[in-house]
C-alpha cells in the first residue's frame, strides 16, 4: 500500500510565503516523477511544478521565478517554497507521485489528499 501526504498549507497574506511538502511512504520500489498539482473552485486541475528522477524541473508559467520545487530522494519526498504569493494563487494543492511498487511491479500516478492554500489579506 502507497500513502502520499502533504502539509504546510495555510493562509497567508498576499506577498507572503509558504512551504508545501510531500511524503511518498509504503510498499515503494522506486519513485519516477513528482509534483505539484492545484485545483481553484471552478478551475480543472493543473500542473504547477514537477520534478523528474534526474532531477529536471519544469514550471507553470504563472509560478515561474516565484515558486521552486525541491526532492530529497533518500526520504521520498518533494516540496514547493512558494513565494511572492498572489491572490490567485489559492488553491487545493495536490502532490503527485509516479512510482512502481514492489509486489506487483506496477507502476501509476498516485495523489494525496490535497492541502489548502489561501492567499487573502
Known amino acids: 500500500q502507497v500513502r502520499i501526504v502533504e502539509s504546510g498549507g495555510g493562509l497567508v497574506q498576499p506577498g507572503g510565503s509558504l512551504r508545501l511538502s510531500c511524503a511518498a511512504s509504503g510498499s515503494i520500489f522506486r519513485v519516477y516523477a513528482m509534483g505539484w498539482y492545484r485545483q481553484a473552485p471552478g478551475k480543472q486541475r493543473e500542473l504547477v511544478a514537477g520534478?523528474?528522477?534526474?532531477?529536471?524541473?519544469n514550471y507553470a508559467d504563472s509560478v515561474k521565478g516565484r515558486f521552486t520545487i525541491s526532492r530529497d530522494y533518500a526520504k521520498n519526498m518533494v516540496y514547493l517554497q512558494m513565494n511572492s504569493l498572489k491572490p490567485e494563487d489559492t488553491a487545493v494543492y495536490y502532490c503527485?507521485?509516479?512510482?512502481?511498487?514492489?509486489?506487483?511491479?506496477?507502476?501509476?500516478?498516485?495523489w494525496g489528499q490535497g492541502t489548502q492554500v489561501t492567499v487573502s489579506s
Open positions: 503527485n507521485a509516479d512510482l512502481r511498487v514492489i509486489v506487483t511491479a506496477s507502476r501509476r500516478d498516485y
Open positions: 520534478i523528474t528522477s534526474d532531477g529536471t524541473t
